[in-house]
Structures are given as C-alpha cells and as structure tokens.
C-alpha cells in the first residue's frame, strides 16, 4: 500500500512557477515508477510527466515538454514537478500516481495508487 500526498499547488500568473511534491508513504518507494496528471473542469484526466523508479527516465506531454521537469528523490520518498512559464490552460487540478515497476506510463489506469490531488491556477 502507498499513501500520496500532494502539496505546493496555488495561483500563479502566467508566465510563473511552480512546484509541486509528492510525498509517498512506505519502504518501498523506489519500486514504483511514479507519473503527474491533471484535470481542468470539465475535461477528462490527461498525462503531464512519468519518472522511472531510479529517475533515469522521463517522458512529457507534448504541451508541457520544455516547461515542465519532473524528479524524485527516493531517499526522500518524493517526487517532484517543476512547472514553469505557466499559462492559463495550465489550471487544473494536479494528481501524483504511483504505478509498480520500474517504467511509468501515459495511460492513467495503469497506476494503481492515487494522490487527493492539488489545485494549480494560473492568471492571465
């Protein structure tokens, strides 16, 4: 079992940053390989980021790709996102997720564990 709790999320204007934590309860974080997703009002849940359990690989939405750099620290039980030059169609609300091996993946439903999820807006 793996408890997620997101935080550092808030308004912002555009053109700002933000970051976003994860933070994963248990002994065995690094046998997860860990994603960021988000959902704007109205609009179904879509992939941001994934990172490989030992952060050796990456993968990005193409809308985020350049903007947006995920991490994690496994000594730290954490992952991170780092968004920057943030815009409006940024704002959603931001979800952490915890998927068993050592790869992540874009499709949501294959991560079994959850965060309650963030707030990020973003002002024009």
């Known amino acids: 079992q793996v408890q997620l709790v997101e935080s550092g999320g808030g308004l912002v204007q555009a053109g700002g940053s933000l970051r976003l934590s994860c933070a994963a309860s248990?002994?065995?974080?690094?046998?997860?390989?860990m994603g960021w997703f988000r959902q704007a009002p109205g609009k179904e849940r879509e992939f941001v980021a994934h990172?490989?359990?030992?952060?050796?690989?990456?993968n990005y939405a193409d809308s985020v790709k350049g903007r947006f750099t995920i991490s994690r620290d496994n000594a730290k039980n954490t992952v991170y996102l780092q968004m920057d030059s943030l815009k409006p169609e940024d704002t959603a609300i931001y979800y952490c997720?915890?998927?068993?091996?050592?790869?992540?993946?874009?499709?949501?439903?294959?991560?079994?564990?959850w965060g309650q999820g963030t707030q990020v807006t973003v002002s024009s």
């Open positions: 997720a915890a998927r068993l091996g050592l790869l992540g993946a874009v499709t949501y439903d294959l991560y079994r564990y």
């Open positions: 990172v490989s359990w030992n952060g050796g690989s990456r």
């Open positions: 248990g002994r065995t974080f690094s046998s997860y390989a």
